[in-house]
C-alpha cells in the first residue's frame, strides 16, 4: 500500500454557507478560530473545559489525560458519571421533561413518540430488569434489534447499569451475530420477534436462536421485544419476553439508581470490520466518547433546542450509536428514529417523513442520497422540506454531482451541507465544515474540528502539502472520544492504528489530500477494507465466507466503482475440481447466497467470476490490485513482473473480455 495514491478529483467549486444560517449558528468565525488557538496553546485547559462544562459528573476529575502507557490513552479517568444520567435524568430537571426525545416512526406508517420522562421510565424500569436477571456493572449485553425505540431503552438500560453492551447490526446474519457473541461473550442478549425492511419482516429472534445454538460461551437470557407479531420459540428458563418482564413489579420497578461510572469504563464494544477475517471490537470509554457526541451535535449540527434532527443510520453502525441516541438525547434533542429503507413504500417515504416531523437537520449517506436521486425529483417535489435548514453526509466521499442534487433539490440551496469524515473508532465527527462558518466544497470533508489535529503524511510520516499528492490520513494527538482498544486484543490494537507510523500517530487507514485551504479530501481506504454503501466490508471476511463454501478452492475479493454503493463486491472464486461447472449460474447463485447466510446481504458479491486460478506474486500475495483493475475493466499497467505465472493474467483478460462481451457472469 502506499505507492497508488493519485489524485483523480478535480472540483474547484465552492458554496458559502447561506447568511441568515450563519447569523444563528451556534459558532462563528470568531469562535471558531479561539477555539483553535485555544486548543493549540492549553490542549489540556481546552479539554477541561468542556468536560466540566457539558457533563454532569458525580465526581468531577482532576486529570485531563494520562498519555504514559501510549496509544492507551485516559480521559478524565479520576471522573465519575453515568451516560443514561447525563441523557435523560438530568433533563428533567427541566423544561424538557415532556419534550419528545424519540419520534419513531416505520416504514408501514406506524409512529411513536416517546417524552424524556416515558423514556426515562422505560430505561429505568428495564435496568431493574437486567439487574434481576443477574447483569452486574462490567457484563456484555449483545443487543440485536430493528429501529425501534426499546433499541434505545436497551442501550441506556446496560449504560445505567454499567453494563457494557455491543449492538450488532439487525441486517448480519446468524453467523456474524455468533462470532461476536462469541467474541463479547454476553449474559444476556436483547432482541425482537422481528423488524420491518423493505415491505418485509426480518425474523431477528430466530437468528438468535441459531447463533447461540451449539456455541462455547453459554448466553444467560434471551430477552425478546414483541414487534411484528410473528411467531418464535421461547426457551423455558432462558428466554423471556419484554413484556412480561416489564409487568412484572418485583422485576421492574421504577426506579433503578445510576452507577457510579468511572470515565475510563468502557460504555460499548461495537464491531467492525479490518483487514483480517475476524471483525474487531470497538471499545469506546465513558466519558470522553459522550463528550465528543456533544459538542459536535452542538458545533457540527448546529443543534437547538427547537430542532427535530434525523440521523438515518441504523443503531447498528457508529452513526446510529453517536447521531441517533447518545449524542441528540444527551443533548435533550428530539431524535428521530425510522424502521425502513428510503424507497419503501415509496421512493417519497423519506420526504415525507422530513415533511410530517417537520425534520430540520437531516444526517445520511452519499449511497441514499444517490439511490434516491435516480429515481428522479418527483418524488422530492411532492412534499414540503421547508423545515430543513442543516444537511449532512458521512461514510463514504460524496461525489459532487449527488452533493449538488441534495443541496439543490433537498436543502434548495439554502442548507449549508456538512460532509463528516469519521470512523468507527473515532466515536464522532473528525473533519467537516463547521456550517455557518466555512465554506462547503463538494467532495471535501473539510477541515479538522477544534480539538483534532489531522495531517496528511507520507510513508515516512513527513506532512505532505501539495494538493496533488495524496498520502495517508493521520491523527496526531489523542482526543477524548478516540477508541480505547480492541476488546480483548491489545495486542492487535497496537498494531492495527499505531505500528504504521511507530506509535506517534493513529492511522486511519484512509488515503487523502490536502488542498491549499488546508481541505481534506478523503481518497477512499488504503488496505483491503470495501467501502460499500457507506459500510466497512473486510475482503478477508468475503473471502473466508466464500471458501467455507464445498466447492471453493480459493477466492479474491475487490471492490468495483459502482454508481450507487460506491463501491460493489467483485468476487474471483477458484472451484474445486469435483464441483460441476456446467452448473455456472446456479453456482453464482449459491455462492452469493451463502455469503449472505455467512456475513448478511450487505457483503453478498454483486458478480462472481470463476477462474482457474489467481495472479499471485512469487512469495505467493493475491495481486488485488490487478484483479481491481481487471474488475473494473481498466487498463492492466501495473508491474506484472513479480507475477508467479504470467499465463494467468492472460486468462484473466480472456475472461474480461468474455465479460464485456456480457457472458462473464
Ligand atoms: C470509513 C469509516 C463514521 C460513520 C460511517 C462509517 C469512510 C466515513 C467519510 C466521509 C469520505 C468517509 C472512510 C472511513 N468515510 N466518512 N465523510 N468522506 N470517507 O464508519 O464503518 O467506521 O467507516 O468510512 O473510509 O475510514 P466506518
Redesign the pocket.
Known sequence: MGDVIESKLNETRVFQPPIDFAQKSNIDKDELDNLREWVKKDYEGFWRHFALKKIEWFKPFKKVLDDSNSPFYKFFEDGELNVSYNCLDRHLKTWRKNKAAIIWESENGNTRIMTYQELYIEVNKFANVLKTLGVKKGDRIVIYMPMIPEAAVAMFACTRIGAVHSVVFGGFSAESLRDRIEDAKPKVVITADGGYRNGKSIPLKSRVDNAVNGIEHKVDYIVTIRHIDRDVHMKPLRDFWYHDLMSDEDYASIYCEPERMNAEDPLFILY??GSTGKPKG?VHSTAGYLLWTMLTMKWVFDIKDEDTFWCT?DIG???GH?YTVYGPLAMGSTSVMYEGVPTYPTPAKWWELVEKHSINVLYT??TAIRALMRLGNDWVAKHNLSSLRLLG??????NPEAWMWYYRYIGNENCPIV????????GG?M??TVPGVLPAKPGS?GQPLPGIFAEVVDNEGNPVNNPDKGGF?VITKPWPSMLRTIWGDDTRYKETYWSRFNGKYYF???GARKDEDDYIW?M??VDD?L?VS???IGTMEVESALVSHECVVEAAVVGRPDEITGEAIVAFVVLKDSADKTRHDELVRELREHVQKEIGSIAKPQEIIFTDSLPKTRSGKIMRRLLKDIAAGNEIKQDISTLEDATVLDKLKELREKMENGNGD
Do not use: F
Open positions: 467492525t470490520s470497538i443510520a453502525w457508529i452513526t453517536s449517506a452519499p453526509t458521512v461514510g463514504e466521499p460524496i460532509d463528516t469524515w469519521w470512523q468507527t473508532e473515532t465527527h473533519i467537516t470533508a490520513l486511519a487507514g484512509d478523503i477512499g481506504r477494507v467501502n457507506g459500510h466497512r
